[in-house]
């Protein structure tokens, strides 16, 4: 059974940086695409970050030049680097991962736990 584990979150001052991991759980033939997501309280869930499987990366203004998306293939794993972090990044973070479970199927989306991120001013 295929999971994702998430990790890395807490809290840090304004200005301060932290790294999220998203750990695939489970065989997998590959991971196709990848997106971090953040919610607060009473809002919709907003994408943070986006890594293609080919390696194109795109970005909300609001974090742009602040936050990295990245892969290790031999971990199976995905991170989120978020630098220059301030109040308004406060929120829980999820990982949504595209993964094709077998060479020949087709790929299915798969949610991270989400890990609590708190920036205090």
């Known amino acids: 059974q295929v999971q994702l584990v998430e990790s890395g979150g807490g809290f840090v001052q304004a200005g301060g940086s932290l790294r999220l991991s998203c750990t695939v759980s489970?065989?997998?033939?590959?991971?196709?695409?990848m997106t971090w997501y953040r919610q607060t309280p009473g809002t919709q869930r907003e994408w943070v970050a986006a890594?293609?499987?080919?390696?194109?990366?795109n970005y909300p203004d609001a974090v742009k030049g602040r936050f990295a998306i990245s892969r290790d293939n031999t971990k199976n794993t995905v991170y989120l680097q978020m630098n220059s972090l301030k109040p308004e990044d406060t929120g829980v973070y999820y990982c949504?991962?595209?993964?094709?479970?077998?060479?020949?199927?087709?790929?299915?989306?798969?949610w991270g736990q989400g890990t609590q991120v708190t920036v205090s001013s």
């Open positions: 949504n991962l595209g993964l094709r479970v077998q060479s020949s199927g087709r790929v299915n989306y798969y």
């Open positions: 489970g065989s997998i033939f590959s991971i196709n695409a």
């Open positions: 890594r293609t499987s080919g390696g194109a990366t």
